[in-house]
Structures are given as structure tokens and as C-alpha cells.
């Protein structure tokens, strides 16, 4: 695997690589890596002839009093788990590679930045908009490989690939779970015994939701009520939202005709955890 830590150097290595019609497989993470990054990283290998992962605690994404001082960056740790995967390509840059002195270009996608997520962390998604846009500019993959636990950012990054017309396939993977149902996660790190066990109620509360819809409801608000009423049995998470979106737009769904998202993040402790499931596939 080879590690490259500036832009000149990843650009030169992939110039090396590429034929004409080599696919190449793009993964960016923030390090960290558990079973769902490395589900990314399979995937993107059976679909593509190379792989590119990129590990960037990207600092934009992070609102003044989030946890970018104390985010995990376990980084030779990672650098293991990725060559055992046997991933071609490792950039690792600085934010000052990334964000030369005096950066003041930002790519945003309105309507969707500013809804779920967005709403309780202003500019967070206007970080990962921008730093995605780079790293695209910079790989220039044929493929990018992210995970259905992060659905908004999908949703976004999927309308700024449009709109930018980057010529970029978005493959979207399923959420990996523990085996209690816990989705995979970096901060799952922070918490405590007693917060991992508060914090299953996240899936609780989707499952719930899941099996009213399957007894034919189809009613928003029934469904969010149902979900709601699990969250307030547990004293341990504090519940920042809980909706029901199109995919695509995130948009409220106030009657459910066709597929819905189902969105939900909480504080459990001080770690905020999101997850999330889909209605109406089959």
C-alpha cells in the first residue's frame, strides 16, 4: 500500500497507476476504521481495478464546541487494517495541505445542508460538501463508496455530484451493525458501558417504526410518535430529531406512498449518535 501524505504526491502515484480504463475505487474516511469502513473498502474492490482511501479529520465539518480535538485518530492502526484489506493507495493529508493559508472557497449545496443534521450543526455539511468536492478533484475516482448510516450526507453528496456534473458513480452501502443492532460508528469509542447499553435505544426506535409500518401504517406522524414514545423510556439519551424524509430531498413525508427515510440522532451521554432505516424498498 502506498502511503501519501500531499497532494503532489497521490496525484503523481495515481498518474503512474491509471491506464485508460482502470476504475479506480475512492473511500474517504476520518480514520477510526471499524467493520463498516472496511465493508466500503470490500465493496469498492470487487467493483473496481484499484483503491484509493483517503484518512482527513476534515476540522470544517466540526462546530466549535464538537469533539475534533478528541476524535480517534488511531492512524498506524488504520494503516494495518487497510493493508490487510489490501488497499492500493493511502492519502493521509494535513489540514494545511488540504486548506492552504487563506482558503476561503466553499462548495454548499442549499435546501438539503440546512435539514436534519444540518439543522442542529450549522455548517457542518457545507465542511463535508467542500472537502469531498476536493478530495474528488484530487483522486478523480471512477467510483466513490459510502455508507447508508451517514443518508443525508449520501443525499447531498449525491445532489452535489450532479449539479458539478463530476463524473463519479455514488455507490451507497448497507449500515453495518453489531450484533445487538448498535450501527457502526468511530464515537461508539466514547462511550461508556452503561452508555453503549442506552444507546441500543436508537434501533429500538426504528425497529418499532419498522414494525408499525409493517402492520400498515403509513401515517408520518403515528410513525414518529411510536418512535418517540421508545426514546422517552430511556433516560439516558436526549433526542435531537427523529423524522421522516424522502430520501432524496429530505424533504417531510407526511403520508407514506414510497420509500421514506427514517432519521434519528441523540445524545447519549455527550457522544451524539445517529442512525437510521429505510421504509417502502421491497
Known amino acids: 500500500m502506498r502511503v501519501c501524505t ?7 502515484a495515481l498518474r503512474r497507476a491509471q491506464g485508460s480504463d482502470l476504475r479506480l475505487g475512492f473511500v474517504p474516511t476520518m480514520g477510526a476504521l471499524h ?27 466540526f462546530g466549535p464546541r464538537e469533539d475534533l ?24 493529508p494535513s489540514a494545511e495541505e488540504m486548506y492552504p493559508q487563506g482558503s476561503v472557497t466553499w462548495v454548499e449545496v442549499e435546501g438539503l445542508s440546512e435539514k436534519l443534521c444540518g439543522r442542529s450543526r450549522p455548517g457542518h455539511f457545507r465542511g463535508v460538501t467542500t472537502v469531498v468536492s476536493k478530495l474528488f478533484h484530487i483522486i478523480q ?15 447531498i453528496i449525491r445532489r452535489m455530484v450532479r449539479d458539478q456534473n463530476f463524473p463519479v458513480e455514488m455507490v451507497v452501502c448497507p449500515i453495518v451493525r453489531e450484533p445487538d443492532g448498535l450501527a457502526m460508528s468511530s464515537r461508539n469509542a466514547y462511550l461508556s458501558p452503561s452508555e453503549r447499553k442506552s444507546a441500543l435505544v436508537l434501533y429500538r426506535a426504528l425497529s418499532e ?11 408520518a406522524a403515528r410513525l414518529i410518535a411510536a418512535g418517540k414514545k421508545v426514546l422517552a423510556e430511556e433516560p439516558g439519551a436526549r433526542l435531537d430529531y ?14 407514506i406512498g414510497g420509500t421514506a427515510l427514517v432519521a434519528v440522532a441523540a ?12 421504509l417502502g424498498t421491497d
Open 209 to 219: 417504526i419498522q414494525s408499525c409500518f409493517e402492520h400498515s401504517e403509513r401515517s
Open 69 to 92: 480535538a478528541k476524535y480517534p485518530r488511531p492512524f498506524e492502526r488504520d494503516c494495518g487494517l487497510l493493508q490487510k484489506e489490501g488497499v492500493d493507495f493511502l492519502f493521509a
Open 6 to 12: 500531499t497532494i503532489t504526491e497521490i496525484r503523481s
Open 35 to 61: 467493520e463498516g469502513h472496511l465493508s466500503l473498502v470490500r465493496a469498492a474492490k470487487a467493483a473496481c481495478d484499484a483503491v484509493v482511501v483517503s484518512i482527513f479529520v476534515n476540522p470544517t465539518q
Open 267 to 278: 445524545f447519549v451521554g455527550s457522544t451524539r449518535l445517529i442512525d437510521n432505516i429505510l
Open 141 to 155: 475516482p471512477s467510483a466513490a463508496f459510502f455508507g447508508q448510516k451517514d443518508a443525508a450526507q449520501c443525499a
Open 242 to 255: 427523529l423524522e421522516i424524509v424522502d430520501p432524496e430531498s429530505l424533504g417531510s413525508v407526511p403520508v
